[in-house]
């Protein structure tokens, strides 16, 4: 069946319907993964976007629910070049096409996808719409492109109530035994839990609207942010309970969207980039060693370090491309935050250790 991607400016990519038959408008933005489609189809932080993967062929390896982000897929449609049919690989359970019918997400393929993220990158995100629908009428499409925004969708992706999840006895490490964290759940990616997890920890995860009275009252060790989807400043009263984490001794980690929750709660900024981040190949250098790790990062906003007072937080990390913020250490507190992915399912495992300075400071606090 026939599909078109009709983008806001007018453009008009016509390719093949694949995944489930209906109409969608979403933010159209691309990813540059080779591998690790069915995490980047899990992960909460597309939740209002449709995903435009740069490489040709999607889906050759299939889909193992085992390496899912999340309990299903968030993003609102697909886009690639090629998708395979047929799966060649002994973990996997149904073929993308099944997986994208099974879960509602509509798709389009055979369009140049190249040209597509030129366009991105160019012009900057925009908005757009999959439809099968031949005889669409771009004086009535194109204003409900331009009217949409993704919205509050923090509230969509959250947990809908607290729940605890003991520590690996598996692990790789222990050096996190007895401790136990609190995971503030703004769209986290499983293996946020997970690393914490294998090193010992206990999780008690918590929706995004918790207050920070119930978090504290808990006696968390520690207090983890999770990544998420949207504008930071749509959050206005998750900003505000962060802020009273903020004003506690307990120590935090952050994580992408938590990154920038916690940089607003602590006054700082954010703005929009043109086209964002999202892949896992982006490099990351950590300013106080100088040293230099390969990343996987989902972001389309960045905290805004020209109106950075250091009496409350200095730059940790920066993107070696375009110098952006990837980071923060807050002055006087036992917190700091990343843009990218630590965790990073899909990407490299470069920057996990993050997770063992996270345990460090919980276990230091212990003993004072």
């Known amino acids: 069946m026939q599909a078109f991607l009709i983008l806001e400016d007018g453009t008009v990519f016509t390719g093949t319907h694949i995944g489930a038959d209906r109409e969608v408008i979403s933010e159209i933005v691309f990813n540059t993964s080779m591998a690790g489609y069915p995490e980047v189809l899990t992960d909460p932080s597309y939740a209002g976007q449709a995903v435009c993967m740069t490489y040709p062929l999607i889906g050759n390896y299939g889909v193992c629910r085992e390496d899912m982000e999340s309990r299903r897929p968030w993003v609102d449609g697909f886009i690639v070049r090629e998708l395979s049919r047929t799966a060649s690989n002994f973990r996997t359970d149904l073929t993308i096409q099944e997986f994208l019918e099974e879960y509602g997400v509509p798709g389009i393929a055979g369009i140049d996808t190249r040209a597509l993220t030129k366009i991105l990158r160019e012009k900057g995100t925009m908005n757009g719409m999959i439809t099968t629908d031949a005889a669409y009428r771009p004086e009535e499409v194109l204003p409900r492109l331009k009217a949409y925004n993704t919205g509050h969708v923090v509230e969509k992706v959250t947990c809908t109530h607290k729940y605890r999840l003991e520590a690996n006895a598996d692990g790789d490490g222990q050096n996190g035994t007895g401790l136990r964290v609190a995971l503030l759940d703004l769209g986290a990616k499983d293996n946020i839990a997970d690393s914490l997890r294998k090193r010992g920890c206990s999780v008690t995860v918590y929706p995004a609207l918790t207050p920070a009275g119930e978090i504290l009252a808990d006696a968390p060790d520690g207090i983890m942010l999770s990544n998420g989807p ?6 206005g009263s998750v900003i505000e309970e962060i802020r009273k ?36 190949n982006h490099p990351v250098k950590d300013l106080a060693t100088g040293k230099v790790y390969i990343s996987s990062q989902n972001h389309g906003y960045v905290v805004d370090t020209d109106r950075l007072d250091s009496r409350v937080a200095v730059p940790a990390f920066c993107n070696v491309n375009d110098g952006t913020n990837e980071g923060l250490s807050y002055t006087g507190k036992d917190i700091f935050t990343v843009q990218f992915h630590p965790e990073a399912c899909p990407g490299p495992q470069d920057s996990a250790y993050l997770f063992d300075r996270f345990i460090d400071s919980m276990n230091r606090r212990g003993k004072n």
Request: glycine share 14%; aromatic share 8%.
């Open 230 to 235: 949207g504008d930071p400043k749509e959050c």
């Open 245 to 280: 984490l903020y004003e506690t001794d307990v120590p935090i980690f952050a994580i992408c969207l938590g990154h920038q929750l916690m940089a607003l709660a602590a006054g700082a900024d954010t703005h929009k980039m043109k086209y964002g981040h999202r892949g896992g």
